[in-house]
């Protein structure tokens, strides 16, 4: 098992997600209304709440366990079944709460039928984490992307026989039912009528710190857009989420296939932190290979940016990406220290820092949208840069190295693109009134990029021959 070959499966199941995410706005916001889609999305503000507490951290006890026995598995497999059961049930008996609530009968319904998942995926997750383990990602990704293609499918068929949002609901519940089918046909392992309470306690005391931090996380990553929807209104709002959208999209993308690469790995070597901090660091270089280039990029063009691609009327985009890139490059940063608290066993950190930095979220959240989205977006980033240090020179502390180490890494990729940077700005800046909008964001978005890449092969061969080995399975 290798993070690069982890890594390169990981992304092939991401990139088949985000395809099929595509092909579903395009194909069903033609046999679907608009209608459908908010039904869809006022369930999934109920769903993806249950989502976080659905395993509560069992299937990470099971990849970072240095040993596992049939005992610890059982127990692990049997505590998921019975938090889907429950968490399906609260779901169903939520259902006309929230339709009530949000003014919207027909969400009863939807939620009705959504609930059945969450004790369908409850059987599976020993499964997956027992072949996440093992490093067999490529099993992964072929039992994760025919259910999602199946799920597509199903949905199609049944959007074009007028099912409304219900051919929604049916592409989520025929990914959870295949994913669960395949996942069973493909384990050797099969629980037994079992439970160990001393294996239970174990479970809950890693993972009950884990399941808190995401929850903190969850409410932390949505206060924002809490605070201005009642503060500042709907329209200012939809610029500010569509700005964080396009801040985060790529940069989740990236670092859920760094994350989930490099969990199984870390901690199959948690007992060498030289190991781990040397994984670590690399997995940061290369992150920021990527990041630091794009984050500046979009930067330095976001006004053509935003011109061409949302129009004129989303200028007040502008301004929010200013200050909003900068906080992806940080982000993308921070997210594989939670690897890290997780693989040593160490999530009592990981939830007293997640504490620590939803309440400096918050904070900001609070005192920047006095000066409106923008004085949000500016105190968001100085709150991002205070947690992102902290955490950072903590998971430093604990692999017992040096923040130089980190500055180490990440020089390099910082340098080379600050430098990209300041060429396109130039460059920009003298054709800024002779060349179309469109014409200078592809020009100059097409030159950093050459540049950038000339510049690291020059100045990092070294990660540059990393960045390849990964990508292309080679030196």
Same mark, same amino acid.
């Not at 969450?118 to 994760?144: C, D, H, K, N, Y």
């Not at 060498?272 to 990041?291: C, E, K, M, P, W």
């Given at each position: 098992m290798s993070a690069a070959s982890n890594a390169r499966w990981v992304a092939t199941i991401q990139f088949a997600r985000v395809g099929v995410q595509l092909l579903s706005l395009v194909f069903l916001s033609r046999l679907l209304s608009r209608d459908d889609f908010g039904l869809l999305a006022m369930a999934t503000v109920v769903t993806n709440f249950a989502m976080l507490m659905r395993d509560l951290g069992t299937a990470a006890a099971v990849i970072q366990r240095p040993r596992i026995d049939v005992g610890m598995l059982d127990t692990a497999f049997w505590m998921s079944c019975v938090t889907g059961v429950v968490l399906g049930a609260a779901v169903l008996a939520s259902a006309p709460i929230a339709a009530a609530f949000m003014q919207a009968p027909r969400l009863e319904g939807l939620l009705s039928m959504l609930a059945i998942v969450?004790? &369908?995926?409850?059987?599976?997750?020993?499964?997956?984490?027992?072949?996440?383990?093992?490093?067999?990602?490529?099993?992964?990704?072929? &039992?994760?992307?025919t259910s999602v293609l199946? !799920?597509?499918?199903?949905?199609? +068929?049944?959007?074009?026989? !007028?099912?409304? #949002?219900?051919?929604?609901?049916?592409? $989520?519940?025929?990914?959870?039912?295949?994913?669960?089918?395949?996942?069973?046909?493909?384990?050797?392992?099969?629980?037994?009528?079992?439970?160990?309470?001393?294996?239970?306690?174990?479970?809950?005391?890693?993972?009950?710190?884990?399941?808190?931090?995401?929850?903190?996380?969850?409410?932390?990553?949505?206060?924002?857009?809490?605070?201005?929807?009642?503060?500042?209104?709907a329209a200012s709002l939809g610029a500010y989420s569509l700005a964080y959208r396009i801040m985060l999209f790529p940069l989740y993308n990236l670092t859920f296939v760094a994350t989930r690469a490099l969990f199984p790995?870390?901690?199959?070597?948690?007992?060498?932190?030289?190991?781990?901090?040397?994984?670590?660091?690399?997995? +940061?270089?290369?992150?920021?290979?990527?990041?630091?280039p794009l984050m500046t990029g979009l930067f330095v063009l976001r006004e053509p940016f935003v011109d061409v691609l949302l129009g004129e009327r989303w200028s007040v985009v502008i301004e929010l990406i200013a200050w909003l890139a900068p906080v992806g490059f940080i982000q993308s940063l921070v997210s594989p220290s939670g690897s890290v608290f997780t693989a040593l066993g160490r999530?009592?950190?990981?939830?007293?820092?997640?504490?620590?930095? *939803?309440? $400096?979220?918050?904070?900001?959240f609070v005192i920047?949208?006095?000066?409106? &989205?923008?004085?949000?977006?500016?105190?968001?980033?100085?709150?991002?840069?205070?947690?992102?240090?902290? $955490?950072?020179? +903590?998971?430093?502390?604990?692999?017992?190295?040096? #923040?130089?180490?980190?500055? *180490?890494?990440?020089?390099? #990729? /910082?340098?080379?693109?600050?430098?990209? !940077?300041?060429?396109?700005?130039?460059?920009?800046d003298g054709?800024?009134?002779?060349?179309?909008?469109?014409?200078?964001?592809?020009?100059?978005?097409?030159?950093?990029?050459?540049?950038?890449?000339?510049?690291?092969?020059?100045?990092?061969?070294?990660?540059?021959?990393?960045?390849?080995? /990964?990508?292309?399975?080679?030196?």
């Open positions: 969450f004790p &369908i995926s409850g059987m599976t997750i020993v499964q997956q984490a027992v072949l996440e383990r093992a490093g067999r990602f490529a099993v992964i990704a072929r &039992i994760e992307i199946a !799920g597509f499918a199903i949905a199609l +068929l049944a959007a074009d026989r !007028g099912a409304g #949002p219900y051919s929604l609901v049916l592409q $989520t519940i025929t990914v959870a039912c295949l994913t669960t089918l395949q996942l069973h046909l493909t384990s050797s392992w099969r629980p037994r009528w079992s439970w160990d309470r001393q294996q239970l306690r174990e479970l809950w005391r890693f993972g009950g710190s884990l399941s808190g931090f995401n929850i903190i996380n969850y409410f932390a990553r949505n206060a924002d857009s809490m605070i201005v929807g009642r503060t500042l209104g790995v870390m901690s199959r070597r948690q007992a060498d932190a030289g190991q781990v901090a040397d994984l670590y660091l690399r997995t +940061l270089s290369v992150i920021a290979f990527f990041t630091a999530t009592d950190i990981q939830l007293k820092l997640g504490i620590a930095a *939803a309440l $400096t979220h918050i904070l900001a920047g949208v006095r000066w409106g &989205i923008a004085g949000l977006a500016r105190c968001y980033l100085l709150a991002n840069v205070l947690t992102a240090v902290a $955490t950072m020179l +903590l998971t430093m502390r604990l692999l017992n190295h040096t #923040p130089w180490r980190l500055v *180490a890494a990440l020089h390099r #990729p /910082i340098a080379i693109a600050l430098i990209m !940077g300041l060429c396109v700005s130039v460059a920009s054709f800024a009134h002779s060349l179309p909008q469109a014409v200078q964001l592809a020009c100059f978005a097409s030159g950093g990029a050459l540049l950038y890449f000339a510049v690291a092969r020059y100045a990092a061969s070294t990660l540059e021959r990393e960045v390849r080995r /990964i990508l292309l399975g080679r030196v």
